[in-house]
């Protein structure tokens, strides 16, 4: 399956190549853009459907994503399990459930988001559900691209697992070597 996931990755000409800055801060030669996914409905319901069928007997209540992919992610995902979908705003540094979505305590979630690296945008979700009393019972995202196992405590599923090289700004070999540093989503 996963040759099939990285295929549709790169129809959609989502890996993208050069010096990046992600949003954990680390730079990295590789960017998955998910956006260019997102951007085409039967790719999203495709690897969301790898998601929702993996999680199927779990008795799902509720779909969670971190903004902004999580979005499109949970929905999609909430609609092949049949249930409603939420996400998570960042607020300062943290994660909140504003536009008057519930958790009721007790329910189980799911939480999607698109590309792991660090697992930040997820934990803060995943402390945002449980604020609530919600119980996180699994994570899906589209691509683990984390070179170091993150455990959230709760089963982790991804569409694709590829470790990416990643570098602290100031250990970056690429900066070493004067490569311009892309913000990926910055106005050009």
């Not at 994570?139 to 683990?144: A, F, H, M, Q, W």
């Amino acid at each position: 399956m996963s040759d099939e996931v990285l295929k549709i990755f790169k129809m959609a000409e989502a890996i993208k190549e050069g010096h990046f800055l992600l949003t954990s801060g680390l730079h990295s030669p590789v960017y998955w853009e998910k956006f260019r996914i997102l951007q085409y409905p039967h790719y999203t319901e495709k690897l969301c459907r790898l998601m929702a069928q993996h999680f199927k007997d779990q008795k799902v209540e509720l779909v969670a994503g971190p903004t902004t992919g999580g979005i499109i992610l949970a929905f999609e995902t909430a609609r092949q399990l049949g249930v409603r979908s939420i996400f998570a705003e960042k607020e300062g540094e943290t994660r909140v459930f504003r536009r008057d979505f519930t958790i009721t305590p007790g329910e189980r979630i799911l939480i999607v988001d698109d590309i792991l690296t660090t697992g930040g945008s997820i934990k803060e979700t995943m402390s945002a559900v449980r604020k609530l009393g919600g119980i996180v019972i699994g994570i899906g995202v589209l691509v683990n691209r984390g070179t170091e196992k993150v455990d959230f405590g709760v089963p982790l599923f991804s569409c694709l697992r590829s470790p990416t090289t990643v570098y602290p700004a100031e250990e970056c070999p690429l900066c070493a070597a004067n490569i311009p540093l892309i913000k990926p989503g910055a106005l050009k």
